[in-house]
């Protein structure tokens, strides 16, 4: 397979030689993770005792962070699905960066999972004795299923990159990296026959990954949904995480096409015409998102059941700053920043998506935690701080930890395969897409 | 460098070296545990009698038992006589069965004294629990008058072979359900050391109606915990078996409509996923076909 020789040498900016600077800021990152591990380390030795959980908040950072992280993921596969699909002309610089966001998101969050069970060497009951009525069981086959599904799609994905850098003779590269490219490559050569059968394998691929994305992500709100548990009873949970998910996952997109054009100076090829429009992307899912924020809030102060009344007065009450920012900052200062020509600028679009991320995993603990400090039943022990959920050291340090190897693990991909898909680079409308 | 010097040197190194590990010690003589350390007395319906210490210390603001710990059992007051020692349970609670054939020193009340005791060790405080009981005997019968069940209650201790009843003390009827006791309601018995309660007529019993009806001084000052216990067939019968065929939420067999959907999900998506692996392995045979052709050549 030939390609151009600069497109090449543009897109693998760190796959034959390794700058200080990849060194010096992958250290940073593993120290925050070896941190994350010695919290883990401390919580496995004395028991969850050492985190904020007690008795009626059992769910706090870890959960979150779960959520937090598997939105991100749902979402990567929702818009690089639909980019797919529908052939977006201008998708293919950042087609690549979504399927990452995809499969890295999707590795990282499970692991909070296990972060917040007490008894981990109970795990494998859930797949001895599985009940398939429970939620937490259609949750653990739905993202087992999805994980294989987006390793399958992102390896479809990488194919033609693979054999790209296979055939490239002035790839400077360590031996083992041309033997793995020749493995993976699956000997793709690009003929007409291969073309068809990848391309209908990606088109099947993409469309699958948008409905299990879809399904996944709402048997998780269903886990929130299906309880009878003041903030979390409602019917539009399933769509509403879909939304808030690629809310989310945009926003994560736009700040890594702002990194790695930064770092690796793409500017030729990640252009203020991305940022435009994945930034109109986000203002309108913006706007779906804040419309279910407002539908589910809006009918539970309505119905003014007696344990929604108090969790929405906790709400407009000890967590009122969050609230404020979740739900009202978070929501439409992304949109005035990007509805308006003038304020579109690149660094602009960027602060729009930092704030939306950070509000959208504020908005998931304002849903998880004031829920459980408000029970039908207060539980044994009602000191203060056993009823009111503070984080420790511990919960920060892996939840951290979780951003750092999700940092790690896309600067450790960046040194194998093209951030940006050579093979989509290189088609016909090339030109098109650059301009 | 001067003698002196060095002298001052090595004592702040020994001191920086000392003074952590007497800190630790201090801190450890500090934090030395004071446990909370009860005496019980059991008495069952069939009159086996059991001495029952809970050893356990607070932590956090919640007790906390402390298993492992060997405690002393003594009977008598002034002078004490060893009758056992135990180890506490996960629990912390150690138990001990005084057989019928145990003689107990009797004191001019004509009470029982006993003790128990834990030494303590490097971390844990010693403590000591006595309590005195005077044996009494419960009297439970069960009449049924015009469909009126009535609990009848006596009480009475003999003291010099003289039979006394006990007024003024309080009895509690419960019957125990799936988790824990039902209370019933209690008797106040009279100056003749006797009472009644009527018995409600609406308790689910058993399929043939049964019911276990518990009557008992209840950590009682003078004669700790004593019970009395009965079968009867007081209750409504009541068949608790569910069908095994029943598909629901809260049976071990899900509904069928969820089987079905789960499993036209799972077989859809996983259709599709063959259909991927198929195709990267057709591409891999069609690859070495061409390899063979010698088709494909590295770019310079």
Known sequence: ?435 | MSVMKKNIISKVLLLSFLLPLSVKAYTQEKTKISPYIQLQYFKDTEDQRVLQTTLSYSKDRMELPLPGMEISFFKGGVTRELISRITTNNKGIARIELGKDLKLPVDRDGMWAFSSEYMGNDTIEAGKSEITIKDVRLEMALTETDSIKTISLKAFIKQNGIIKPVPGEVVKIYVPRMFSLLPIGEVTLDETGTGTLEFPSDLPGDKEGNLTIITKFEENQVFGNVERKVIQKWGVPTEYSVPSSHRALWTKTPPMWMIITLSVLLAGVWGHYLFAIISLIIIRIDAKREAAKGKYKIQK
């Open chain 1, 1 to 435: 397979m030939e390609a151009d020789k600069k497109l090449i040498k543009d897109l693998t900016p760190e796959i034959e030689k390794t700058s200080l600077k990849w060194y010096i800021t992958f250290f940073i990152f593993f120290a925050f993770f070896a941190a994350g591990i010695y919290g883990l380390i401390l919580q496995i030795d004395k028991g969850h005792i050492v985190t904020g959980m007690r008795d009626n908040v059992v769910w706090g950072f870890y959960i979150v962070n779960f959520i937090f992280f598997m939105g991100l993921s749902y979402s990567g596969a929702l818009i690089s699905g639909v980019m797919h699909l529908f052939h977006t002309g201008w998708r293919k610089p950042v087609i690549r960066m979504a399927e990452l966001i995809t499969v890295i998101s999707l590795v990282i969050g499970p692991f909070f999972i296990f972060f917040c069970i007490g008894r981990l060497d109970r795990l494998y009951f859930l797949f001895i004795h599985p009940r398939i009525q429970s939620p937490i069981t259609w949750d653990v086959i739905a993202i087992c299923t999805d994980l294989i599904g987006c390793f399958l799609y992102l390896y479809l994905s990488f194919i033609e990159d693979f054999a790209i850098l296979r055939d490239y003779a002035d790839l400077n590269v360590a031996p083992w990296k041309r033997k793995l490219y020749k493995a993976l490559s699956l000997g793709y050569s690009g003929t007409e026959r291969q073309q068809k059968i990848l391309s209908n394998a990606k088109t099947i691929m993409a469309a699958m990954i948008i409905a299990i994305a879809i399904i996944v992500y709402s048997v998780l709100a269903w886990i929130f949904g299906v309880t009878l548990q003041p903030g979390w009873h409602s019917t539009i949970f399933g769509p509403y995480f879909v939304i808030a998910a690629v809310f989310s996952g945009t926003g994560l997109l736009i700040i890594l096409m702002w990194i790695f054009r930064k770092v690796y100076h793409l500017e030729e090829y990640i252009t203020k015409r991305h940022f435009v429009n994945v930034g109109v992307l986000l203002t309108v899912i913006a706007a779906f998102y804040g419309y279910f924020t407002f539908s589910d809030y809006l009918t539970k102060w309505y119905g003014s059941i007696k344990m929604d009344s108090i969790l929405i007065d906790k709400l407009f009450s000890d967590y009122y700053s969050l609230f404020i920012f979740a739900n009202y900052i978070g929501i439409l200062l992304p949109c005035i920043i990007i509805a308006f020509p003038k304020f579109r600028t690149i660094p602009n679009i960027t602060i729009a998506a930092v704030i939306a991320i950070t509000a959208l995993w504020v908005n998931r603990y304002i849903i998880v935690i004031p829920t459980l400090e408000t029970p039908f039943l207060p539980i044994q022990d009602t000191r203060i701080d056993w009823i009111k959920y503070t984080p420790t050291w511990i919960e920060w340090s892996l939840t951290i930890a979780g951003v750092s190897v999700f940092a790690m693990l896309f600067m450790l991909i960046s040194k194998i395969a093209p951030i940006i898909s050579i093979s989509e680079m290189q088609e016909k409308d090339k030109n098109e897409i650059l301009k």
